[in-house]
């Protein structure tokens, strides 16, 4: 099989992350890159659903909420379900 150089532009955060994930799977970014247009080929298209999702406001301001508590230093975590429960309990 013939190959041929390809370049193309990526988000350096998002090439970093993906390069990451991909050793993990034991796949460099070539391999990678060359699975998902095989896939294409062969689906005849993506190889998954591209969508906009439609979350609720409820949800967005759990979400905003969330990620709020999750950078607040002076917010308790917990290690361990057990630590959790006994902390409820208090």
């Known amino acids: 099989m013939a190959t041929t150089p390809t370049q193309i ?18 796949l460099d970014m070539s391999s990678a890159v060359n699975l998902f247009l095989h896939q294409c080929v062969l689906r005849g298209g993506l190889p998954f659903a591209v969508e ?24 308790k975590g917990y290690d361990s379900m057990e630590e959790l429960k006994a902390a409820l309990e208090d």
């Open 9 to 26: 532009r990526i988000d350096a955060d998002i090439k970093r992350k993906a390069t990451e994930l991909f050793a993990n799977l034991g």
């Open 52 to 75: 906009v999702p439609q979350y609720s406001d409820k949800t967005l301001r759990a979400m905003a909420e969330a990620k709020k508590i999750s950078r607040d230093s002076d917010v």
